[in-house]
T-cell receptor, first 114, second 114 residues
Framework: GEDVEQSLFLSVREGDSSVINCTYT??????LYWYKQEPGAGLQLLTY?????DMKQDQRLTVLLNKKDKHLSLRIADTQTGDSAIYFC??????????????FGQGTRLTINP | DSGVTQTPKHLITATGQRVTLRCSPR?????VYWYQQSLDQGLQFLIQ???????AKGNILERFSAQQFPDLHSELNLSSLELGDSALYFC?????????????FGSGTRLTVV
């Protein structure tokens, strides 16, 4: 079945770049997603990348996709205290009924040091 | 405000009891997904409804059930509650049933079973 793996913790200094990594197993995933969860809140869709793309940039966010290695990364430039959150990588997976669902990694808790 | 409304935000109940969690999807979205987030299991897909019909089932216990009503709001019923059912329960919605447009999440219901 599908499996999405992420490291659990990342700590960076304010102003530095943060790079959050993710590996996934389903090579047929058409879309891959990054979600952000702030304390006490739900998951917010940050960005996504289509599987035929290598890179997508959106302001301070850069997503890199290596399909051969099934590796996805999210780079946050000039990390700010407001970026402190848990970041989830997700891929499209199939249910037993053949429907599609999002399969999430365990989430990476990003901590910003002043 | 994501547009997905979940009530209540917090719920404390005793073991053996039954509770109902409610979700109103974003306007125009036909599909509703329920996820359980616990510390040790991460985000687990429970069940999906599309336009009133069950579309897919995930790791949902037999003690749990859900439904989607004609006005598209959904309810998740949890019965014979156990301590291990304590978790955050998220509802998400999407316009189509495939999830390819990404999901919009509510802010969750925190269930504590004592």
């Amino acid at each position: 079945g599908e499996d999405v793996e992420q490291s659990l913790f990342l700590s960076v200094r304010e102003g530095d770049s943060s790079v959050i990594n993710c590996t996934y197993t389903d090579s047929s995933s058409t879309y891959l997603y990054w979600y952000k969860q702030e304390p006490g809140a739900g998951l917010q869709l940050l960005t996504y990348i289509f599987s035929n793309m290598d890179m997508k940039q959106d302001q301070r966010l850069t997503v890199l996709l290596n399909k051969k290695d099934k590796h996805l990364s999210l780079r946050i430039a000039d990390t700010q205290t407001g970026d402190s959150a848990i970041y989830f990588c997700a891929e499209i997976g199939a249910t037993l009924q053949g429907a599609q669902k999002l399969v999430f990694g365990q989430g990476t808790r990003l901590t910003i040091n002043p | 405000d994501s547009g997905v409304t979940q009530t209540p935000k917090h719920l404390i109940t005793a073991t053996g009891q039954r509770v109902t969690l409610r979700c109103s999807p974003r306007s125009g979205d036909l599909s509703v997904y329920w996820y359980q987030q616990s510390l040790d299991q991460g985000l687990q897909f429970l069940i999906q409804y599309y336009n009133g019909e069950e579309r897919a089932k995930g790791n949902i216990l037999e003690r749990f059930s859900a439904q989607q009503f004609p006005d598209l709001h959904s309810e998740l019923n949890l019965s014979s509650l156990e301590l291990g059912d304590s978790a955050l329960y998220f509802c998400a919605s999407s316009a189509v049933g495939t999830g390819l447009d990404g999901y919009t999440f509510g802010s969750g219901t925190r269930l504590t079973v004592v």
